[in-house]
């Protein structure tokens, strides 16, 4: 049971290039998101995925795109990187949970290095 | 606007004391509150949460504190180790929600 796995671990960029970040669960989860993690800025979600089929903006969507292959996997595009796009990338999931039994802990995956030059 | 403030971007205590990390919100239709923790080059992991309904929840070592009126939440670790030296994220939740809104993290340091 690997949870969370992401890919790559580090990538280095030129302004302008384009890149995907693969990611995948094997929790059997509905739902999956996209972060960003900056210094001082916490994580900011980018997308999210509540099941498989549908997605949706979170609060940083500008400059990517999204795609839920199926259940398991949930890819994030850069079609032209830029400079502020250097941060850590975490993927996580979470099964769904109605609201009155408790949050929907999510599970992250170990993160992307990406640097844009 | 930031929703979940940590104002603290780092603590260190001594090994054994009480570690005491903090976070103020200002949405009042956040139900659940959640703390994870991260070590370096590895992704967050859940802690600990609290339902807005309640006031303490304990777990082990950890404890979460939640004030409502102040719009406030704590985590206190005792006994503090050095394993717990991580950045710990407050995070919260909507009613029926699902999307996490972060704080930006308190780098907490025990020393041995």
Known sequence: ?????????????????????????DMNHN??????????????????????????????????????????EFSLRLESAAPSQTSV????????????????????????????L | DQQVKQNSPSLSVQEGRISILNCDYTNSMFDYFLWYKKYPAEGP???????????KNEDGRFTVFLNKSA?????????????????????????SGSRLTFGEGTQLTVNP
């Not at chain 1, 009155?100 to 990406?114: A, I, K, S, V, Y």
């Not at chain 2, 050095?82 to 994220?89: E, H, L, N, R, T």
Request: glycine share 8%.
């Open chain 2, 71 to 95: 719009k406030h939440l704590s985590l206190h670790i005792v006994p503090s180790q050095p394993g717990d030296s991580a950045v710990y994220f407050c995070a919260a939740i909507e009613t």
């Open chain 1, 89 to 116: 990338y975490f993927c996580a999931s979470s099964a769904y949970v109605p609201w009155d039994r408790g949050p929907n802990e999510q599970f992250f995956g170990p993160g992307t290095r990406l640097t844009v």
């Open chain 1, 31 to 72: 739902s999956m998101y996209w972060y960003r993690q900056d210094p001082g800025m916490g994580l900011r979600l980018i997308y999210y995925s509540a099941s498989e089929g549908t997605t949706d903006k979170g609060e940083v969507p500008n400059g990517y795109n999204v795609s839920r292959l199926n259940k398991r």
């Open chain 1, 1 to 25: 049971n690997a949870g969370v796995t992401q890919t790559p671990k580090f990538q280095v960029l030129k302004t302008g290039q384009s890149m995907t970040l693969q990611c995948a669960q």
């Open chain 2, 45 to 55: 992991t859940f802690l600990i949460s609290i339902s807005s309904i309640k006031d």
